[in-house]
């Protein structure tokens, strides 16, 4: 029993001896762990696209819209008076028609009796013309027979009677070709090669002297007509003459014509501000696909180069006019002058640029000059 006791005895000085014990190493572990690592995480950088520009010389694209319209627009008028009693079958809205073409016959009797009165009277007055010439030489001979030494007078020479006689002579044969060209007339021909828009008069229908017969528009060319803005004819070359122009179709993309510049108006609408430029199309109708007439087409021509010029997509400058390039992994950005602009592209100058820029093709709003980037580069789209 006392061993026992004895036992219990020990166990608990043991006990209450190791707790301190135990407290001490425990504050020493831990005054003594080794201090923890924090690694930093490293964030990868920003990419940007960017493309390699140089500058050169280059040259924008002059690009507007106009409509498809005749060089000549006719209202034909009839030039005799009477009922029509033929017509071409060609004479109908929408068909073509060649120059000196037949269209209309009026009945013409009334002007065939009236030609053949005139040359009535034409052959009197030639009939009567050569009698008074007769007298007029039959007077001089009889002047010089009578030996007078007096210069004779006009009347006794018949002179004023041959004036009268020669005069109604002229007369008739004036009255002749009028009656001539009014019997012409009565048959109405196309002017010029055309199309015909619309028709007042048929088979049957009277016509008055200077009535609509029809309208016509010339094919032998079209003609449109584009405001350009100050910047756009700034851009134009210097000369004229010759420049080619594509023309395109606004509904499809594959249809396109060659016009050449015809003229550039000397003033500038005072309303707009703008000139005319006016473009050529030879024999519109006649093309492989047909230039009609009201079409509504963009039309394109090249403009003049402009030197020490960066040619760089539309995409890579901002609303506000800046362009952002890449220089030693920072942003840096750059307002712009715009001289001109092509299809996708816009031609800035170079002012203070380097020769050859990294160029930020398509730039975020999120952007701060400096900030780190890492650019890739992408292969140029044109030629520098």
């Keep these: 029993m006392k061993k026992t006791n004895l036992n219990v005895v020990l166990v608990s000085l043991l006990a209450v001896v190791s707790i301190p014990l135990t407290m001490l190493y425990t504050d020493y572990a831990i005054s003594n762990q080794p201090a923890v690592v924090t690694l930093k995480e490293q964030l990868p950088l920003p990419r940007v696209t960017v493309q390699q520009v140089s500058a050169g010389d280059h040259s924008g694209l002059i690009e507007a819209f ?3 319209k005749a060089t000549e627009n006719l209202t034909l008028l009839s030039q005799a008076s009477g009922q029509v009693i033929w017509k071409s079958e060609q004479f109908t809205v929408g068909n073509k028609v060649k120059k000196g073409e037949l269209l209309l016959r009026i009945e ?6 009236a030609l053949a009165n005139a040359k009535k009277e034409l052959a009197n007055a030639n009939l009567a013309l050569l009698q008074e010439q007769r007298k007029h030489k039959r007077a001089k001979q009889d002047w010089k027979r009578s030996e007078i030494g007096e210069k004779p007078s006009d009347l006794a020479l018949r002179k004023p009677q041959l004036e009268i006689a020669q005069t109604q002579y002229k007369a008739a044969k004036e009255q002749v070709a009028y009656a001539q060209n ?5 048959q109405i021909y196309a002017p010029f090669d055309a199309v015909i828009t619309s028709r007042t008069a048929t088979l049957g229908t009277y016509l008055s002297q200077g009535s609509s017969v029809a ?3 010339s094919i032998d060319s079209a003609e449109i007509k584009v405001a350009l803005s100050e910047r756009e004819w700034q851009q134009l070359p210097e000369s004229l003459h010759g420049v080619t ?3 395109w179709s606004t509904y499809n993309s594959q249809q396109h014509w060659n016009g050449k510049v015809e003229s550039l108006a000397l003033v500038v609408d005072e309303h707009n501000r703008t000139r005319n ?11 492989e696909d047909s230039l009609l007439f009201g079409s509504f087409v963009k039309v394109q021509l090249q403009g003049k180069e402009q030197q020490n010029t960066f040619n760089i997509p539309s995409s890579s400058v901002t609303a506000d006019g800046y362009i952002w390039l890449e220089q030693d992994q920072k942003l840096v950005k750059h307002k712009v002058s715009t001289l001109f602009n092509n299809d996708k592209y816009v031609g800035v100058a170079r002012e203070n640029l380097p020769e050859q820029l990294n160029l930020v093709r398509k730039p975020l709003s999120n952007y701060v000059e400096g900030m780190q980037v890492a650019a890739v580069m992408m292969e140029s789209l044109y030629a520098q």
Excluded at 277 to 287: C, F, G, H, Y
Aim: glycine share 4%; hydrophobic share 35%.
């Design 215 to 217: 309208k016509m528009k």
């Design 182 to 186: 009014n019997l012409s007339h009565t």
């Design 245 to 247: 122009v594509t023309v």
């Design 66 to 68: 106009g409509e498809v």
């Design 108 to 113: 013409d009797s009334n002007y065939r009796v």
């Design 277 to 287: 430029l006016t473009i050529k199309v030879a024999r519109p109708l006649e093309q």
